[in-house]
């Protein structure tokens, strides 16, 4: 019974050792003159691999090649998403119109009033705004990216719009019907309230009075661009950099009287000038939307810093007898000088831009801009209408007697606003 299991146990043994991946037995050695038994080789012979073709080596005989298909695109798991651009360009140029318009230049006190011969005074100009209407001006930029796919770059730009005017006026004839004057409240000792210089009197003086203002608006910026997503049509890329404004104003008033009997006259010359210049950083996103014949972009940025103000103030008088004397009306020794401030400034901007592919290289687009910018000084609010005309040397005898009015500066400060259309071309190599 013990010799049937070892013989049994001994078979398993045999059977079980190849399937449990076991060295077998070894070989019998046989006489190599044995028919029964022949030497086995122990390493498989297997043919060498043809040697690989070089990139310009034509593939060997019966290779099968692989083509792909004329439309083929390769696409990019998403975690590289932002590294490839199907775009072929690196430089981009653009070239824009610009029809804007601003926000209107304050008159916020009566200047020109007009009395009939009752008495009753009317405005004529002042207690409103100066209205620029539509100004025209222009546009370039410039950008590139840095790397082969269009993920870091740069871009620079420049815009101007003309210098525009809005001229108010009112004339008498040349009888001095009707009479008109400059509005003003008297700070002039013994006298209080709302007075009138007046320029023209029916049958003694005829007069005139323009107010003039100007207006002129230019700016810079540059910024680094990074692409934060490629995928589709769309593209996110984040901007950052620096941002320069300056917005010059006047206002000019002047007022003239001739009498008409003598042939005298007078001229009175008053004239506020401001200038904002903001400098600061800027950070801002651009969305792209890019399909096969048109593209949307839209680009919000903000700019904080520092705006930097001027206030100009300059007057003189004219006349037959004296010829020309320091100080207008509403300037005067007092407020007449040159003042500087600083205040904190903010620029939001909003551009949209729809465009019309006319190749891989060249496009046409029609889009609308929007710029705030906080706190500006502007001429029409730094105008003083408290007047003490003892300090005029032709109005009054020359020697400041009572308070000094009007007094300077102001800095009265008021918000601004830009926005309009814009019409372009883009080229990209």
């Given amino acids: 019974m013990h010799t049937r299991l070892l013989g049994a146990l001994g078979a398993l043994l045999i059977i079980a050792t190849p399937l449990l991946g076991q060295a077998p037995s070894p070989t019998p050695v046989a006489d190599s003159s044995s028919p029964v038994f022949q030497a086995a080789p122990l390493v498989a012979q297997v043919p060498a691999p043809p040697p690989m073709p070089t990139p310009n080596q034509a593939p060997p005989p019966g290779a099968t090649v692989y083509q792909a298909p004329p439309d083929y695109v390769p696409t990019l798991p998403p975690e590289r998403m932002r590294v490839a651009s199907s775009e072929p360009y690196h430089i981009w140029v653009r070239g824009e119109l610009l029809a804007w318009w601003v926000k209107n230049a304050p ?4 200047i020109a009033v007009v009395t009939d011969a009752a008495g009753n005074s009317q405005t004529v100009i002042g207690s409103s705004s ?14 590139a990216w840095f790397d ?21 006026s009112v004339a008498s004839d040349g009888n001095g019907n009707p009479s008109i004057g400059l509005s003003y409240l008297s700070a002039t000792p ?3 309230g709302e007075f009138i210089q007046f320029l023209s009197t029916p049958g003694t003086f005829s007069g005139n009075i323009l107010v003039s203002s100007t207006l002129e608006l230019w700016g810079a910026e540059v910024s680094g661009a990074m692409c934060l997503l490629r995928t589709g049509g769309f593209e996110f890329t984040a901007l950052a950099g620096f941002r320069y404004a300056e917005l010059r104003e006047n206002l000019n008033i002047i007022g003239g009287s001739t009498n008409i009997n003598s042939g005298d006259f007078l001229v009175l010359n008053d004239q506020f000038a401001t200038r904002n210049q903001f400098y600061g950083g800027q950070l801002g996103a651009r969305v792209n939307w890019q399909g096969e014949r048109f593209a949307l972009d839209v680009t919000g940025k903000l700019a904080l810093g520092a705006t930097h103000q001027i206030v100009d103030i300059q007057g003189n008088s004219l006349d037959s007898t004296n010829g020309l004397l320091p100080g207008g009306f509403y300037a005067q020794p007092s407020n007449i000088g040159h003042y500087t401030a600083t205040q904190f400034g903010i620029i939001p901007s909003l551009e949209l831009k729809l465009s019309y592919l006319l190749s891989q290289r060249w496009r046409l687009f029609v889009g609308y801009d929007f710029m ?4 500006l000084v502007r001429p029409g609010n730094q105008l003083d209408r408290n007047v003490n005309l003892t300090q005029s040397p032709l109005l009054g005898n020359g020697a400041l007697t009572g308070p000094a009015s009007p007094t300077a500066p102001l800095f009265s400060r ?12 883009e080229f990209r190599f």
Avoid: C, K
């Avoid at 008021?414 to 071309?425: C, L």
């Fill in 130 to 143: 100066a209205n620029f209407g539509e100004i025209t001006g222009g546009r370039v930029a410039l950008g």
């Fill in 148 to 168: 082969d796919h269009n993920n870091y770059g740069f871009e620079t730009s420049f815009f101007s719009l003309d210098r525009r005017s809005n001229n108010q």
């Fill in 372 to 375: 705030y910018w906080n706190q």
């Fill in 190 to 192: 013994g006298q209080s």
């Fill in 414 to 425: 008021s918000d601004f606003w830009a926005q309009g259309m814009t019409f372009g071309f």
């Fill in 107 to 110: 008159l916020p006190a009566p």
